[in-house]
């Protein structure tokens, strides 16, 4: 799977912890394309719940979606590549992610290792203890899905390699860019 015509637009999904921001900032850098965190995304109401470590129910990821949907779209209707940081947790929500030019990086590994990254992350708002609702509400992408996957017990450079091969995208060739330089917060 996880072939299309076009440059594509990758949304690189997991639970929290799972290292999209990370994998997301070394393949934009080493790519050249624009990088856009889904996380700045967030309506201040969604982030406030999740500071409180209350986890978000579907009504609140809705407007979230659309807006992370937009800016996919925004790029797949120009043909221009772009790499997006998104959850992505549940089949209905890829749904309205996913279109032609979209490949989702699904990056997977245990809870307990994911547990080990969250136990030493500082300064973001989700919260260590939200964790278990994650994976509870995890669907794994199936065969209809337009996606890969990636053990997250490689370091990042790693994954962001793996990506990059299996998907047969071409490096940026001038300089090297520092992970994350072609960032686009949200908007």
């Known amino acids: 799977m996880a072939k299309t015509a076009q440059q594509p637009v990758l949304v690189i999904m997991g639970v929290s912890g799972s290292g999209k921001s990370t994998v997301a900032g070394v393949l934009a850098g080493r790519l050249g394309w624009e990088l856009a965190e889904g996380d700045d995304l967030h309506p201040e109401s969604n982030v406030a719940k999740m500071q409180s470590g209350q986890p978000l129910t579907d009504d609140d990821r809705w407007p ?84 890969i996957s990636l053990s997250v017990a490689a370091s990042p450079s790693e994954e962001a390699q793996e990506v990059i091969e299996r998907l047969s995208l071409e490096p940026k060739s001038t300089g090297a860019t520092t992970a994350g330089a072609n960032r686009v917060p949200g908007h």
């Open 64 to 147: 979230w979606l659309e807006r992370v949907a937009d800016w996919i779209r925004e790029h797949t209707a120009s043909g221009t590549p772009g790499i997006i940081t998104c959850s992505a947790l549940k089949k209905r929500y890829r749904d309205v992610l996913r279109g032609e030019g979209v490949v989702f990086v699904f990056l997977q590994g245990s809870k307990e290792h994911i547990s080990g990254r969250l136990a030493s992350r500082h300064g973001h708002f989700m919260p260590p203890a939200l964790l278990e609702s994650q994976f509870e509400a995890l669907e794994e992408p199936t065969e209809d899905e337009n996606f």
